[in-house]
C-alpha cells in the first residue's frame, strides 16, 4: 500500500531556517500538502504543491518537489517559537488523503 | 463564523460502554471523515462518508460505527468492540464529495478508556 514517511523530531533555534522532510511512495500523485497541527488541535491546511512543480514559496514557507526521488520538503525561514507544531505531509492515494507519521517542531527561544 | 465543531472536548470512558463522539459543521460540505490520531502514527481513517446516507469503512473501521443522515452531521460511536480506544479523535470535512485534500478539520476529542 501507499506509504509516507516522516522523521519525528526536529528541534532547531528562534530565527533559524527550519527544514523537514517527507518520502512518499505512488508517483501518480497529482498534489501534495503540508498540514499543521498545534498542541491539543486539529490539523490545518498550511500549503500544498502541484505535481508537475518543483517549487511553491508562501512568505515564510518554501515547498521543494524531487518527483524522481518522491522526496517533499518544507522549510521554513525565520522560525519563531509560534511555529512549535506537528507537521505532516499528506497525498491523496486512490481517493484518501493519506498522512505521514508527522514531525514535531520544537523552537527553542 | 463556518466551522466543525466536535464534542466533547475530553470523555472517559470505562470498559465495556459504548460512546458517541458528536461532529456538526456549517460549512455546507458534501464529504465528511472520521480519523483517529496516535502518538508516533500519523492519522489513521476510520469511515468516510461523501454523500447523506452513505459511508464508507476506511483503513480501520473495527469497532466504530457511524451515521448520516443529516448533510451537517456525521457522530462516531465507538463501540465496546474496539480493543484500544484510547485516542484523540479528528473530525474532518471536504467542500466535494470527491477528497481533493483540502481537508477542514475540528479541534478534537480525545477519549481516555478508565
Known amino acids: 500500500g501507499e506509504d509516507v514517511e516522516q522523521s519525528l523530531f526536529l528541534s532547531v533555534r528562534e530565527g533559524d531556517s527550519s527544514v523537514i522532510n517527507c518520502t512518499y511512495t505512488?508517483?501518480?500523485?497529482?498534489?501534495l500538502y503540508w498540514y499543521k497541527q498545534e498542541p491539543g488541535a486539529g490539523l490545518q491546511l498550511l500549503t500544498y504543491?502541484?505535481?508537475?512543480?518543483d517549487m511553491k514559496q508562501d512568505q515564510r514557507l518554501t515547498v521543494l518537489l524531487n518527483k524522481k526521488d518522491k522526496h517533499l520538503s518544507l522549510r521554513i525561514a525565520d522560525t519563531q517559537t509560534g511555529d512549535s507544531a506537528i507537521y505532516f505531509c499528506?497525498?491523496?492515494?486512490?481517493?484518501?488523503?493519506?498522512f505521514g507519521q508527522g514531525t514535531t517542531l520544537q523552537v527553542k527561544p | 463564523d463556518g466551522g466543525i465543531t466536535q464534542s466533547p472536548k475530553y470523555l472517559f470512558r470505562k470498559e465495556g460502554q459504548n460512546v458517541t463522539l458528536s461532529c456538526e459543521q456549517n460549512?455546507?460540505?458534501?464529504?465528511m471523515y472520521w480519523y483517529r490520531q496516535d502518538p508516533g502514527q500519523g492519522l489513521r481513517l476510520i469511515y468516510y462518508?461523501?454523500?447523506?446516507?452513505?459511508?464508507q469503512k476506511g483503513d480501520i473501521a473495527e469497532g466504530y460505527s457511524v451515521s448520516r443522515e443529516k448533510k451537517e452531521s456525521f457522530p462516531l460511536t465507538v463501540t465496546s468492540a474496539q480493543k484500544n480506544p484510547t485516542a484523540f479523535y479528528l473530525c474532518?470535512?471536504?467542500?466535494?464529495?470527491?477528497?481533493?485534500?483540502?481537508?477542514?478539520f475540528g479541534e478534537g476529542s480525545r477519549l481516555t478508556v478508565l
Open positions: 499528506a497525498e491523496i492515494y486512490t481517493g484518501k488523503l493519506i
Open positions: 460549512l455546507n460540505h458534501d464529504a
Open positions: 504543491i502541484f505535481s508537475n512543480m
Open positions: 505512488d508517483s501518480s500523485s497529482t498534489y
Open positions: 474532518a470535512s471536504t467542500k466535494g464529495a470527491s477528497n481533493t485534500g483540502e481537508l477542514f
Open positions: 462518508s461523501q454523500i447523506v446516507n452513505d459511508f
